[in-house]
């Protein structure tokens, strides 16, 4: 009797389907130039997932999952290489990242689009995302430089600088944002002295010091990355006396760059994509609850992971083509509002057919090509810390 059992027990569980789930495949940059930043963004895909796997998933109860992938930053091979994997051998169903946009890119036209796959970039801010064809698969809870270049130079402009030095890293991102900082300074009446383009991971910028330093500027606008090439700069021109006073556009906010540059960062300006709002202050509480401090891009990484797959609820499906096409209904007016910790209503409504207005953690709206309208936090640098000035 006891072997028929065992015998009937092994049957029932070979004949039983495994429970079905969603996957989503989390390509951020853990190696590479904005390493610091990863962690922070990955927990915060994460933590939309947890929330939604406690409100007993997506599509009829399916839990969702998640994988890694290092997109690193700049390596557009191992980032294409990392989605491949994600897509063919991890069976995702869609993938949030990356975290830069030149691996971004990579992405998108190697990986992404050759599969059908949804692919929602936290942090990739070039221009060039704006008009790149995508076949619909491509969007971004962050804004796009195009903006960030504005509201650059009008910081800059009210703290009374007149000229500026400028330096950027040499890929999509470093140039997008340097051309926007330099269109609108001197549209605004500015002088930007000199674009200089800087390498990643060299061990010495003396000579790009000397260069920027020759043709003078109030200030050094360093469109960079917080943990090479940016803070190279930086420390180079400390060390030669070049500048002691720097713009940090958003992929040089991070606590490591002021821990590791020290007190003369102090009084240096900058901003980061934020916002001011109940998200912002519900998803920092939400963070210290789930044992990990909030920092750049991570409330865009929960939001990226939260309307994927708020979208796959109201698509009814993971099929990448399909969801792309309610991506602008879940994100924008009309609708109930959607907070962080309220995407179990989110779902809730849209089982019922009902619609959401999800405003998430930086009061997100899409725009144009599917990217966020956005704010940002002008920040000053003191006592070591990265402080928020106002919003914008």
């Known amino acids: 009797m006891k072997k028929t059992l065992l015998a009937m027990a092994a049957a029932a569980a070979i004949s039983t389907p495994a429970m079905a789930e969603v996957k989503l495949g989390i390509a951020l940059g853990f190696t590479g130039p904005a390493e610091s930043l990863a962690e922070a963004m990955a927990r915060g895909a994460e933590l939309a997932i947890k929330e939604v796997n406690e ?34 051998a991890d069976k995702v169903d869609a993938i949030v990242g990356g975290l830069c946009s030149g691996a971004t890119i990579s992405i998108l036209q190697n990986v992404s689009m050759p599969t059908g796959t949804l692919q929602v970039s936290p942090s990739a801010t070039s221009p060039a995302l704006s008009t790149l064809e995508d076949n619909d698969l491509f969007f971004r809870a962050s804004p796009s430089d195009a903006r ?48 200089a383009a800087h390498e990643d991971g060299k061990g010495d910028y003396g000579a790009e010091v000397a260069a920027l330093a020759q043709a003078g500027g109030d200030i050094l606008v360093v469109v960079g990355y917080l943990d090479q090439g940016g803070k190279g ?53 939400l963070t210290k609850m789930d044992g990990f401090a909030n920092g750049p891009y991570s409330p865009e990484s929960y939001d990226a992971a939260a309307i994927t797959l ?74 070591q810390q990265n402080t928020t000035v106002r919003y914008r």
């Open 148 to 195: 960030q270049g504005q509201v650059i130079a009008e910081v800059l402009q009210e703290q009374g600088f007149n000229s500026i030095a400028m330096t950027y890293t040499n890929n999509d991102y470093g140039k997008g944002l340097a051309d926007a900082i330099q269109s609108n300074f001197e549209a605004a009446g500015g002088e930007v002295t000199i674009v």
């Open 55 to 88: 409100a007993g998933g997506i599509l009829g109860g399916q839990t969702v999952t998640s994988t890694r992938a290092d997109s690193t930053c700049i390596d557009a091979s191992a980032a294409a290489a990392a989605a491949d994997r994600l897509v063919n």
């Open 233 to 285: 700069i930086i420390q180079s021109s400390l060390d030669a006396g070049a500048y002691d006073q720097f713009f940090l556009p958003d992929a040089m906010i991070g606590d490591s760059l002021t821990s590791a540059i020290g007190a003369d960062l102090n009084g240096s300006i900058g901003t980061v994509p934020g916002t001011d709002s109940d998200g912002a202050r519900i998803y920092d509480e």
């Open 310 to 383: 708020l979208a796959m609820e109201a698509a009814k499906t993971t099929t990448g083509a399909d969801v792309s096409k309610v991506m602008f209904d879940v994100t924008n007016a009309p609708g109930t509002e959607i907070l962080p910790g309220q995407l179990a209503q989110g779902l809730e409504i849209l089982r019922n057919g009902g619609d959401i207005n999800y405003v998430g953690a930086t009061a997100l709206e899409l725009i144009g090509a599917g990217e966020s309208a956005g704010s940002y936090r002008e920040i000053l640098v003191k006592d």
